[in-house]
């Protein structure tokens, strides 16, 4: 069993940055993927990033690439989502996700936390 918890969203205007963070406990692998995904209201959820906990490459979908990136920090058992250059389009409730294998589909991750909501003002 695994618990994420996230934080960091809230309301920023156009341009700026935030810093989510997603704090994972109970029982995880280094092969285990960790993913963030973003829900724009009414609209599907859809992935934003993801890596493995042990390293290796990161994707990004192309709304995200150049702009968020994804780090984490095994030790504290923690990940985060560094968005620079927020848009009025990034506005969404942000999850983090883990599951055992590193794609883009959200049916892959058996671990969700609550999310946190970010709504960036124009």
């Known amino acids: 069993q695994v618990q994420l918890v996230e934080s960091g969203g809230g309301v920023v205007q156009v341009g700026g940055s935030l810093r989510l963070s997603c704090v994972a406990s109970g029982r995880t692998f280094t092969t285990d993927a960790m993913a963030w995904f973003r829900q724009a209201p009414g609209k599907e959820r859809e992935f934003v990033a993801a890596t493995r906990w042990g390293g290796g490459p990161t994707y990004y979908a192309d709304s995200v690439k150049g702009r968020f990136t994804f780090s984490r920090d095994n030790a504290k058992n923690t990940v985060y989502l560094q968005m620079n250059s927020l848009k009025p389009e990034d506005t969404a409730v942000y999850y983090c996700?883990?599951?055992?294998?590193?794609?883009?589909?959200?049916?892959?991750?058996?671990?969700w936390g609550q999310g946190t909501p970010v709504t960036v003002s124009s």
């Open positions: 996700a883990t599951g055992p294998r590193l794609v883009t589909t959200r049916e892959s991750f058996n671990y």
